[in-house]
């Protein structure tokens, strides 16, 4: 029996079969150069695509929920934010995560599309007060004359000011 030929196609349902998005999505494009050095199906041999297959099998791409140039200290909140919150599911998990750098680190950033003001809306003080010392680097004890020495933590004591 002669060996049917891979295409783009199998590509697609093998990835739709593992719940992975493929339509021009950076992060299963970026996967498969990893996997044959090109990204786009199309511009892939039968030979690579079979090896695109082979790679999604036993170690698919991670789904596209995963985000892609995530500034390294939003990893770092989330995993803060993660140990000391261990009932909050993903979601809120990187929300708060991405608040904590919206809000206070990196304003101005390309990847913040809200006002300031949007970010953790809604909290008295004294819950605004309980996410800071949660999860921004464990200031459970913060003292604003203790700190004070870099522009992030000028800009938190500012906050933490007005929220008091």
Known sequence: MPKVATTPKDVHDLADKLDVSWDNDPNFMAWTKQVVGKEHLD????????????AMKSNPPKSDKVAINIPK?????AKSVQEKNPDYDDAK??????????????????????????????????????DLSKSWGGYSTFRPHRHGHDKDQINLISVWKELR
């Open 43 to 54: 511009d892939m041999s039968e030979k690579e695509l079979r090896a695109v297959v082979s």
């Open 93 to 130: 998990v990187w929300a708060t995560a991405w608040s904590i750098y919206c809000k206070y680190k990196e304003p101005g950033s390309e990847h913040c599309k809200k006002d300031t003001s949007e970010y953790f809306p809604g909290k008295g003080a004294k819950e605004a007060e309980s």
């Open 73 to 77: 200290k939003v990893d770092e909140y």
